[in-house]
Nanobody
């Protein structure tokens, strides 16, 4: 089992920045890729970014490419999402997820563990 806890969400004005963190505990010695997803009210959960186990491969949704950066610190079992130039349409609950595999994937169903989510609200 892997437990994931997100932090760093909040309210920010358009154009501002936030940094989300996701701390993993439990069976963290397993090989796993990490991902960030988000879900706005009335919408399906959507892919935001993912990073492979060793951090060598990162993938981003087109809507956040160039504005968001995913990274990880395996020594601290933590993954980050740096969000810059935030827009009101980025408002959502952001979820961290772990996939028991080395490779990164963009599909939510391929992830094995999920955090409880953290709210990000961007005001115009």
């Amino acid at each position: 089992q892997v437990q994931l806890v997100e932090s760093g969400g909040g309210l920010v004005q358009a154009g501002g920045s936030l940094r989300l963190s996701c701390a993993a505990s439990g069976r963290t010695n397993s090989n796993y890729a990490m991902g960030w997803f988000r879900q706005a009210p009335g919408k399906d959960r959507e892919f935001v970014a993912t990073i492979s186990k060793n951090g060598g491969i990162t993938l981003y949704a087109d809507s956040v490419k160039g504005r968001f950066t995913i990274s990880r610190d395996n020594s601290k079992n933590t993954v980050f999402l740096q969000m810059n130039s935030l827009k009101p349409e980025d408002t959502a609950v952001y979820y961290c997820a772990a996939r028991i595999a080395v490779t990164a994937r963009t599909t939510p169903s391929t992830y094995d563990y999920w955090g409880q989510g953290t709210q990000v609200t961007v005001s115009s």
